[in-house]
């Protein structure tokens, strides 16, 4: 959503306007690691989003098929969300999928040295 937020400030620090705007995000394709969320899938469904492709299934949060299907227009479970002025887009999950789960698992593994100190010490298990 960060990207998302950067092109569309570029985009209008350049004169484009709404529409031109919209037209420069039906050409753009996606490609993620993880499913979109159901948040992340209706945000691209509202911007107009051409396609996305991504490797692992979102099995709890997964707004592309695995809990709701945001990126298809007329999905049921985006119509009683509220998310009428959706467009929907193409979408294709599994690609290279065991890869895309083990990028995840090292990536959690090592965890983040920027990170804030936790406020509670974590439990070990010995």
């Known amino acids: 959503m960060e990207a998302l937020d950067v092109l569309i400030i570029q985009w209008q620090r350049t004169g484009f306007t ?17 499913e979109p969320c159901i948040m992340c899938a ?5 911007i107009g989003i051409k396609e996305v492709y991504y490797g692992c299934a979102n ?4 707004g592309c098929g695995s809990i709701l299907s945001l990126h298809s227009s007329s999905s049921e479970a ?13 979408c294709c999950g599994g690609i290279m999928a065991s890869e895309a789960v ?6 959690y593994e090592q965890g ?7 406020h ?7």
């Open 120 to 126: 509670r010490s974590r439990v070990t298990q010995a």
């Open 18 to 34: 709404a529409a031109e705007v919209a037209e420069k995000f039906s050409a753009c394709s996606l490609y993620v690691t993880c």
């Open 112 to 118: 983040n040295p920027n990170a804030p100190k936790p």
């Open 102 to 107: 083990s990028l995840l698992r090292d990536f």
């Open 59 to 62: 099995d709890k949060f997964g």
């Open 78 to 90: 985006g119509i009683s969300i509220g998310t009428c002025g959706s467009k929907g887009f193409k």
């Open 42 to 46: 209706s945000a691209l469904s509202i």
